[in-house]
């Protein structure tokens, strides 16, 4: 697709796609003599359901390391809404508006779906700690506004049933959607998934790409998604970068990739006449 | 008792909603719990609410006359559509929302809605993609927009917006005129049966059906304005309508909306109602649960509480019934109560209902005693949505396991002939929509209906006891009589056995199809470490197998102790590789066994259980929730049991 990067388009199912908010220019990121990621370039719009896939090893996780800021690549620039970003931490960039789920559920196991929740808007709490511990004015207004956004986020994602589970004691599907729903408490930008239905049923796969569907229609969130099971991610994503040893072999729409022939190669390991 | 024994400002749901309005216009008729927390409306508010959106149905053309369906779980917005419907002189039609859309098809057809009011994106879904087939279809109206808000809105509507237009606009001239030429012969709300056989049949009930039903039953009751109910079960179902609409509009009393369906016991524990309908499924379940949390209890609460039901079983049901029970007794019952039933209840939900009721299938023995003898007064009713529901309920003081109570105020009962019974109330049926021949052939010219139910009044107590649906009961090969609702219930008195279907009509011994309970049967496998992949191994695992026979050979003793039924027993059995599943046309939707529909379906099952077979291969068609269909493939075993000998009393017969 050779479009403009502040070009907008319509998908065929009517959402519009906007213009670049995040470009990855020529990265490069190694692990001492490791190279994990090898020059990679490509960029997510605004609005797009966005999937990176690759087989084990690929980078797939490295990458989205790299963009919310846990890794620092070696080579390469960062370019967030128009500007070059500066290597940062974390929470930093958290606070730019980015926020994602982690392949092995990083919830906390003791605390409820609700704590766990509110968890996601600690960048949106400003009162000082000493009214926190009092519960004081500012603090108290500010909690209850937060736990409003936090139910919305439970009715949207229907846990109105676990809300006051500790979530250690829920099955693994039900943990994956506190973890979105953790993530979308940041009411973020920019949503980062990494392996969202992994080791997931069929039935909890379903549930899981709606939600993914929903929260990228009903908020406008942009999703870069990682994800091993191809139907998926043929079937929600608008544009799919192919990984392959740290190297990018295919990036395009869903149609494109599936008959790009380095993309056959890396997933089946046939040879071509 | 007539029509006229309703005072004026009684006679249909629009006068009854602002004579509550008038009466306790600041008391709470609503609540439901919304991100986290309870919503409630007033009286006052639910009047204006109702009355706005009358108005904005007005305006989308909505004619006196029109049927429009509803489609949802239960939340106050869809109840108070039902009102602002009837004010428009229009009739109410719910259906019950986890009917697949080919199921929903046939019911729009046949009614001829001309709209529709669904909760959400998956109920319109639903509508949308029968669309084609229903021409008289004009306008969708949806409750909650998640999801819908790229639809084409040229005849989608969302619920709010109308109302917001019924406000501004200026219909109320015209809705009064409406409201007011309604009367107690109106048509109030038509109500699919879901019919064990057949299609279903739209039961027309007018006002005075269900307000002079409501108003004998809650005066039955004393039901009052300080009562609370809440509505979980389907708005389809008849029931659902007398209780939440029917009774609360003739009482007063506040009707509370669980948040969703999977947080209904947490809801039911927070609002604590005082007034409870629950089928037996529901109370059995529950007893299931606190029986295995107790097992997983420490030593001191499993003692104390063990300790205490025996107390509670030997004084509970007697201290409800008003009889005199010893001081020593009455202060160990105390004791427990402050220790064991107090909390109990509380975890249950249960603590303040003055007022239960099961109904719509037999109740274990055990299980309604062990929630007398905790203090509450369960009871059991009988009832159809032919009759408005209520038939026959048991007074307080006169409540056993066995019977189903004495006629409700305003009914009567015969019992003809061939032992079915019939009644005649002011709560009978109007007529079946468009179907003049079922109606005649149900409802006689006195009035009088036919419940299907074969059954008989015990003569000293003049309680009704009921066998089995009549045409269920059939005869044996050699002439004995069968009744396999009588055998089945036995079985299914068991935590272990979810569902049995028994056969035997005409054939010379009887056999049964049983379903484990996956609850029950799975946690008993988990403490015995008993390692299974599926519902379908679980269910052929040799010990569960072990354990059914004995189950059986129980139940077949005690069925020989009958002499009119010794020939029921169970010679053969199956257990089942699925679950029987009203998806699968198996149940109804109110989870009701589908005699019929199981023979046709199982017939290489069923042939097996006569033929001598060990073993038998099957593959079986399953409908998934979202309509797409698959197969299964299982071998089952099937086991012979032990029947007890009855000697020649059966040739006797």
């Known amino acids: ?273 | 008792m007539t029509a006229h024994d309703l005072p004026g400002d009684a006679t249909t749901f629009p006068r009854l909603l602002a004579r509550n309005a008038a009466r306790h216009g600041d008391q709470p008729a609503y609540r439901v719990k919304e991100f986290g927390i309870w919503q409630s409306w007033t009286w006052g508010e639910a009047a204006d609410e109702v009355n706005v959106l009358a108005k904005g149905l007005i305006g989308l053309g909505l004619n006196a006359g029109d049927h429009v369906a509803i489609i949802g779980r239960n939340r106050p917005q869809l109840y108070m559509a039902m009102v602002s419907i009837q004010s428009c002189g229009a009739v109410p039609v719910p259906l019950y929302q986890d009917a697949v859309a080919e199921e929903m098809a046939y019911v729009l057809d046949h009614c001829g809605a001309r709209f529709v009011i669904a909760e959400d994106q998956e109920q319109v879904d639903k509508v949308l993609e029968i669309n084609d087939r229903l021409p008289g279809l004009e306008q969708i109206l949806y409750l909650d927009p998640r999801g819908l808000r790229k639809y084409d809105h040229t005849h989608l509507h969302k619920l709010e917006e109308v109302a917001a237009a019924g406000r501004a606009s200026d219909n109320e001239a015209d809705l009064k005129r409406r409201s007011d030429a309604l009367d107690a012969d109106s048509t109030c709300v038509m109500l699919y049966t879901s019919g064990t056989t057949g299609r279903p049949k739209g039961v027309v009930l007018s006002n005075a059906n269900i307000i002079l039903t409501a108003k004998n039953s809650a005066d039955f009751d004393h039901l009052n304005a300080g009562d609370s109910v809440l509505a979980y079960l389907p708005m389809a179902w008849v029931g659902d309508f007398i209780f939440s609409m029917g009774q609360a509009y003739w009482a007063g009393f506040c009707v509370a909306c669980p948040e969703s369906e999977h947080t209904m016991q947490a809801d039911l524990r927070e609002i604590g109602p005082t007034y409870f309908f629950a089928p037996p499924r529901f109370f059995e379940g529950l007893l299931t649960n606190v029986m295995i949390r107790m097992e997983d209890a420490g030593w001191l609460k499993k003692r104390l509480f063990h300790h205490y039901m025996a107390v509670a079983k030997r004084v509970g049901p007697a201290l409800l019934d008003g009889q005199s029970v010893s001081t020593g007794d009455k202060l160990a019952y105390k004791l427990g109560g402050l220790l064991v039933y107090g909390p109990l209840k509380n975890t249950l939900g249960l603590s303040r209902v003055r007022v239960g009721y099961t109904a719509g299938e037999a109740i274990g023995p055990e299980i309604f005693d062990f929630y007398r003898a905790l203090g509450i007064n369960l009871k059991q009713l009988y009832g159809q949505t032919e009759a408005s529901v209520f038939i026959t309920q048991q007074p307080d003081g006169q409540v056993r396991a066995d019977t189903v109570g004495t006629p409700t105020p305003g009914v009567e009962i015969r019992i003809s002939d061939n032992g079915e019974v019939f009644y005649r109330s002011p709560g009978v049926f109007v007529e079946y929509y468009k179907n003049a021949d079922s109606t005649a052939d149900t409802k006689d010219a006195e009035g009088w209906v036919a419940t299907g139910d074969a059954g008989f009044i015990e003569a000293d107590t003049g309680h009704l006891k009921i066998i089995d649906r009549a045409k269920d009961v059939g005869k044996l090969a050699s002439g004995g009589m069968f009744a396999p609702k009588y055998v089945e219930n036995k079985l299914k008195f068991y935590p272990n056995i979810l569902e049995a279907v028994v056969f035997g009509a005409g054939r010379d011994m009887c056999t049964a199809f049983l379903n484990i309970d996956l609850m029950a049967v799975g946690n008993w496998a988990e403490r015995n470490n008993i390692a299974y992949a599926s519902y379908q191994e679980l269910a052929a695992h040799a010990e569960v197998y072990a354990t059914f026979q004995k189950h059986v050979e129980e139940v077949n003793e005690s069925v020989a102790q009958d002499q009119m039924l010794s020939g029921c027993q169970i010679h053969r059995f199956v257990i089942l590789h699925k679950q029987l599943d009203a998806d699968d046309g198996e149940l109804t939707r109110t989870q009701k066994v589908r005699r019929r529909i199981i023979e046709e379906k199982y017939a290489d099952i069923l042939a097996a259980l006569y033929d001598g077979s060990e073993t038998i291969s099957t593959e079986t068609e399953v409908t998934y929730e979202d309509g797409r269909k698959g197969a299964i493939k299982a071998t089952l075993e099937i086991r012979d049991a032990k029947v007890v000998e009855t000697g020649g009393r059966m040739a006797a017969e």
């Not at chain 1, 620092?72 to 980015?98: D, L, N, S, T």
């Not at chain 1, 766990?116 to 004081?136: E, L, S």
Request: proline share 5%.
């Open chain 1, 1 to 273: 697709m050779s479009l403009d990067q502040t070009e907008s388009y319509q998908t065929p199912d009517g959402r519009t796609i906007g213009p670049v908010v995040m470009e990855m220019r020529n990265i490069t990121l190694r692990f001492g003599g490791v190279v994990a990621i090898k020059d990679i370039s490509f960029d997510i719009r605004e609005g797009e359901i966005r999937a990176i896939i690759g087989p084990n090893g690929a980078g797939k996780s490295s990458m989205l390391n790299v963009i919310n800021g846990f890794y620092h690549p070696q080579e390469g620039e960062v370019w967030f809404r128009g500007q070059k970003r500066k290597p940062m931490k974390p929470h930093a960039i958290a606070h730019q508006g980015i926020a994602r789920t982690f392949q092995n559920i990083a919830l906390f196991r003791g605390m409820t779906t609700l704590d766990n929740i509110m968890t996601g808007r600690f960048t949106k709490m400003r009162a000082p700690w000493w009214q926190q511990a009092f519960w004081t004015g500012p603090a108290e207004r500010e909690e209850v506004a937060n736990r409003e956004v936090v139910e919305k986020i439970i009715d949207f994602l229907e846990i109105q049933a676990i809300r006051k589970t500790p979530v250690g004691r829920l099955p693994y599907g039900l943990q994956k959607r506190v973890e979105l729903g953790r993530a979308l408490a940041a009411e973020p930008k920019l949503l980062l998934l990494d392996e969202p239905m992994a080791g997931m049923n069929v039935e909890e796969k379903e549930d899981m790409s709606r939600f993914i569907l929903d929260v990228n229609d009903e908020f406008g969130t942009t999703i870069a998604l990682i994800e091993h099971d191809m139907g998926v991610v043929m079937d929600i994503s608008d544009r799919v970068v192919v990984m392959d040893y740290g190297a990018k072999i295919g990036d395009g729409t869903p149609d494109e990739v599936r008959n790009n022939a380095a993309v056959i190669d890396a997933y089946l390991g046939v040879a071509h006449d």
